[in-house]
């Protein structure tokens, strides 16, 4: 008789790394931050990572062009940050006692690096601007964006 397996080990064979929203991906890799026993170091570098990425995605918007409205290429000091962001993933990706989703996820985001560049984005905009859903204009006028903006004044002139 064939043995089912267990709920886990289902979840993990239909976890699909590639699928997965920016922002569950992000949640996926915070976690694993969580997995040391000591609380209080878990909080502290998780902030620093937070807050490299904080960093880096700055660099970005203090990049953006006023005319065409997308990132004009890459400066010396975001390629850095970027790095130091892959070399965390990298060394959490080597890390004993990680899930198999979690292995999944790491090892997909040392070779993806554009991959960890959406979930930064994601992760401080609150939303994937890569997704046609979130583009429908009622989740436009929700974020008081695109055809919604104008105010009252504006309105009735």
Do not use: C
């Not at 890569?130 to 964006?145: C, F, I, V």
């Amino acid at each position: 008789m064939e043995q089912i397996p267990k709920q886990s080990e289902q979840k993990s064979e239909i976890l699909d790394i590639k699928t997965l929203s920016p922002q569950t991906k992000m949640r996926m890799l915070l976690e694993i931050f969580d997995l040391d026993p000591n609380a209080e170091k878990n909080e502290d570098r998780k902030k620093s990572f937070i807050e490299l990425m904080g960093r880096h995605h700055q660099s970005g918007i203090r990049q953006r062009s006023e005319n065409l409205g997308v990132v004009q290429g890459s400066d010396a000091s975001k390629k850095k940050l970027h790095n130091q962001i892959m070399d965390i993933i990298k060394s959490i990706s080597l890390s004993q006692g990680l899930s198999k989703d979690q292995e999944r996820l790491t090892e997909y985001l040392v070779r993806n690096r554009s991959e960890v560049e959406k979930m930064i984005g994601a992760y401080f905009l609150g939303y994937n601007p890569g997704d046609p859903k979130e583009q429908s204009e009622l989740r436009q006028a929700l974020r008081g964006e695109g055809y919604f903006r104008s105010s009252r004044g504006k309105e009735e002139e």
